[in-house]
Nanobody
Framework: QVQLVESGGGLVQTGASLRLSCAVSGRSLNNYAMGWFRQAPGKERAFVAAINWSGRYEYHADSVKGRFTISRDNAKNTVNLQLDSLKPEDTAVYYC???????????????????WGQGTQVTVSS
């Protein structure tokens, strides 16, 4: 069983930065593609970024491209999401997700990830 725990959220002002982390336990992170999603109040959960098992391939949603960066450290069993130049519209609960995959593939659809964390709140004030 894969268990995911997010951390690093908080309340910040527009333009600030945050670094979210997702700690993975139960399995080696080497065998999993990872994704970050977010859910704003009153909206559906949306894709933010994904990375394949090795970290060689990554993809970011257009809404965060150039501001957010996904990375992973398989030795530490963690996946990170660096959030820079934050805007009020980035306010959401951020979730990490995992899917078993040892290829270059990284899903961007929510229903392709069987394992999820509980989420961490990011609030950006104007």
């Amino acid at each position: 069983q894969v268990q995911l725990v997010e951390s690093g959220g908080g309340l910040v002002q527009t333009g600030a930065s945050l670094r979210l982390s997702c700690a993975v336990s139960g399995r080696s992170l080497n065998n999993y593609a990872m994704g970050w999603f977010r859910q704003a109040p009153g909206k559906e959960r949306a894709f933010v970024a994904a990375i394949n098992w090795s970290g060689r391939y990554e993809y970011h949603a257009d809404s965060v491209k150039g501001r957010f960066t996904i990375s992973r450290d398989n030795a530490k069993n963690t996946v990170n999401l660096q959030l820079d130049s934050l805007k009020p519209e980035d306010t959401a609960v951020y979730y990490c997700a995992a899917r078993y995959s040892t290829s270059s593939y990284f899903p961007t659809a929510e229903n392709e990830y069987p394992y999820w964390g509980q989420g961490t709140q990011v609030t950006v004030s104007s």
